[in-house]
């Protein structure tokens, strides 16, 4: 904490601005950035008429917002039960060439291609 005159200045720290993310989701009933509209902040929706990618993201985490678009444009993931051994084998491939993306969190393309698609 730094004095200003007679005004104390505070700089949120993590666990703040992991309490901040939270009531802003749920304050925020549309969100734009450009001219994409969104539901919420990490409420991920489909862009159909994007020309190369299926799905848009605005991301938000530490007071930090970032539009995040991910997945190939008519390429489906195995989903979250994949059936065949093929399924099988193009989630388990995914999650590990992208294992240190997914990690880095919210603000990682990644880590939505994974939550969404896979």
């Known amino acids: 904490m730094a004095y200003v005159?007679?005004?104390?200045?505070h700089e949120p720290d993590s666990s703040e601005n992991i309490i901040?993310?939270?009531?802003?989701?749920?304050?925020?009933?549309?969100?734009s950035s450009g001219d994409e509209t969104f539901s919420g902040y990490n409420k991920?929706?489909?862009t159909p008429n994007h020309p190369t990618k299926s799905h848009a993201v605005l991301a938000r985490e530490g007071?930090?917002?970032?539009?995040?678009?991910?997945g190939q444009q008519g390429v489906?993931?195995?989903g979250s039960d994949p059936k065949t051994k093929s399924?099988?084998?193009?989630q388990k491939s995914f999650k590990?060439?992208?294992?240190?993306?997914?990690?880095?969190?919210?603000?990682?393309?990644a880590y939505w291609a994974d939550k969404v698609k896979w």
């Open 87 to 90: 399924e099988k084998s193009r």
């Open 76 to 78: 489906k993931g195995a």
């Open 44 to 46: 991920p929706k489909r």
């Open 96 to 109: 590990a060439r992208h294992k240190k993306n997914i990690k880095r969190g919210k603000m990682s393309a």
């Open 20 to 31: 901040i993310d939270v009531i802003d989701s749920y304050l925020a009933k549309e969100v």
């Open 5 to 9: 005159g007679e005004i104390m200045t």
């Open 63 to 70: 007071g930090k917002t970032k539009l995040i678009r991910f």
